[in-house]
């Protein structure tokens, strides 16, 4: 089945910076887009940042200049780099594929950006 583990949240002063990991599992990795999203709390789950199996990124304008999304298809990873990191970046993280018309969520990574 399916399988989404996120890891590399944490807590983090404004500014700082943090590296996300999201292995993916029972998906042919390589030819498949993967995503970010993020949840604050009492908010909706919005994207961060999606990359397509040929390595075209996209950014949600909060974000933009200030994460990049990456992968390794060798390690059936999809990474994401944030930088400058701001209180308002703190939520949950969520690994996303869109596989065989199905929608798979990770379970999240806590990101918590404070003095």
């Known amino acids: 089945q399916v399988q989404l583990v996120e890891s590399g949240g944490g807590s983090v002063q404004p500014g700082g910076s943090l590296r996300l990991s999201c292995v993916a599992s029972g998906i042919i990795f390589r030819s498949t887009g993967m995503g970010w999203y993020r949840q604050a709390p009492g908010e909706q789950r919005d994207l961060v940042a999606r990359i397509t199996s040929s390595g075209i990124t996209n950014y949600a304008d909060s974000m933009k200049g200030r994460c990049t999304i990456s992968r390794d298809n060798t390690k059936r990873t999809v990474y994401l780099q944030m930088n400058s990191l701001k209180p308002e970046d703190t939520a949950v993280y969520y690994c996303?594929?869109?596989?065989?018309?199905?929608?798979?969520w990770g379970k999240g990574t806590l990101v918590t950006v404070s003095s």
């Open positions: 996303n594929v869109q596989y065989n018309g199905m929608n798979y």
